[in-house]
Structures are given as structure tokens and as C-alpha cells.
């Protein structure tokens, strides 16, 4: 199971882009990144998922270096309801085997201000 | 369309009574379960999950215990509560091998 490390906090201001970084030194070939975004009293709510270069969609950018060591989310012009805790999580989901890539670290608290 | 029911939204319990939370999963199958409980302002912990039905692993020993009866249907219990189970318990599913995972709305649980 690698094992992630995310800033505990970030701060912002409405308009900007907003990048929280992940380092997982120890990743595996087979695992995969997976970026959560919680707000209070809610389940988490998944968001990017890649594997390796870059992948987007309508909602972030996720970043991922040859090494894979490390990745970083992307989040493009915030407003003050991205406000919430961002979980990166990095492992296999294999079926019949365990729930290592559902392991969720304490998060990145991203605070937006107008 | 799949969703994930988990009731009740809220439970304010004794200490020593027992607990039971369920959670349901409509439109799929075979979808592999979680229960994680999360104390104010702290992080998710994984409680148990579930890879099938009567398949239960527990990630951190303590007096609770689930069981899923059926396919869909995962059940979080205690015979006694303490104190230190208040907290928020989310109930999650997915699909295995890098999927998707979605949560259920939750269940505050405040034990007095």
C-alpha cells in the first residue's frame, strides 16, 4: 500500500488556479492515482483518476510525472464552493483482494476566500 | 442508474446500547462495500470491507462488527456503544480495479 502525503492545508482566492501536490514515493507499477473531494457532512466524491502524463476533464487536470512519485491536482479558476478537503489515494481495487486503494489520508483542507 | 442508500441520516444512542446502520446499493451487483467512520476533524478510517456476500474484513479492531446478508446490503453493529464511537459513518461502494467509488450520504452517530 503506498503511502501519501498531501499539505494539510491550502489557501486561495476565487478566480485562481489552484495546484495540491501528492507525493507517493513508494507506488506501485499497478497502482493508480485517485483525487476525492469532500465537503462537510458528505461522502467524499471522486474527481480525477490516472495513471501516468496528464489526464483532464470537466472538472480538474491531474498531473503525473515519468517517476510517478508524485502528482498534482489541478484546479482551474476556484470559487469559493471548491472550499473542501481533497484526499489523494494511490492502489489497486482488486477485485477479491482488498481494499488498499480506498485508504483515505487525512487530505489537503483547501480554503477559497472571495 | 446506481445509488447507495444508507440510513438514518442521524442516531444519538446511549452508551451501552446497541447499533445497527444499514446500507443499500441499487443497481448493480457484486459491488464490493466499505464502512468508514470519520471523527470531527479528522480523516476517513476505514472500518470493514466486503468483497462478496459473507466476506467481511476488518481494517482496526473494535466493537463493531458488519455483515452483508445480501449482495447489496451491508450492516454496521454494535452490542455495546462507547463514547468514542460518535462520529460520521459513510458507507461506500464500488465496482473493484481502479473504479469509481461512491458514498452514501451518511450517518452522524452521537453516543451520549
Known amino acids: 500500500l503506498a503511502k501519501t502525503t498531501q499539505p494539510i492545508s491550502m489557501d486561495s482566492y476565487e478566480g485562481q488556479e489552484v495546484n495540491i501536490t501528492c507525493s507517493h514515493n513508494?507506488?506501485?507499477?499497478?497502482?493508480?492515482i485517485t483525487w476525492y473531494q469532500q465537503f462537510p457532512s458528505q461522502g467524499p466524491r471522486f474527481i480525477i483518476q490516472?495513471?501516468?502524463t496528464k489526464v483532464t476533464n470537466e472538472v480538474a487536470s491531474l498531473f503525473i510525472p515519468a517517476d510517478r512519485k508524485s502528482s498534482t491536482l489541478s484546479l482551474p479558476r476556484v470559487s469559493l464552493s471548491d472550499t473542501a478537503v481533497y484526499y489523494c489515494?494511490?492502489?489497486?481495487?482488486?477485485?477479491?483482494?482488498?481494499?488498499?486503494?480506498?485508504?483515505f489520508g487525512k487530505g489537503t483542507h483547501l480554503i477559497i476566500q472571495p | 442508474s446506481q445509488t447507495i442508500h444508507q440510513w438514518p441520516a442521524t442516531l444519538v444512542q446511549p452508551v451501552g446500547s446497541p447499533l445497527s446502520l444499514e446500507c443499500t446499493v441499487e443497481?448493480?451487483?457484486?459491488?464490493?462495500l466499505y464502512w468508514y467512520r470519520q471523527a470531527a476533524g479528522r480523516g476517513l478510517q476505514l472500518l470493514f470491507y466486503?468483497?462478496?456476500?459473507?466476506?467481511i474484513s476488518s481494517e482496526v479492531p473494535q466493537n463493531l462488527s458488519a455483515s452483508r446478508p445480501q449482495d447489496r446490503q451491508f450492516i454496521l453493529s454494535s452490542k455495546k456503544l462507547l463514547l468514542s464511537d460518535s462520529g460520521f459513518y459513510l458507507c461506500?461502494?464500488?465496482?473493484?480495479?481502479?473504479?469509481?467509488?461512491?458514498f452514501g450520504q451518511g450517518t452522524r452517530l452521537t453516543v451520549v
Open positions: 461506500a461502494w464500488d465496482r473493484g480495479l481502479n473504479t469509481e467509488a461512491f
Open positions: 513508494n507506488i506501485a507499477t499497478n497502482d493508480y
Open positions: 490516472g495513471y501516468k
Open positions: 489515494l494511490v492502489g489497486v481495487i482488486a477485485s477479491g483482494g482488498g481494499a488498499d486503494g480506498l485508504t
Open positions: 443497481g448493480t451487483s457484486n459491488p464490493n
Open positions: 466486503s468483497v462478496g456476500i459473507g466476506q
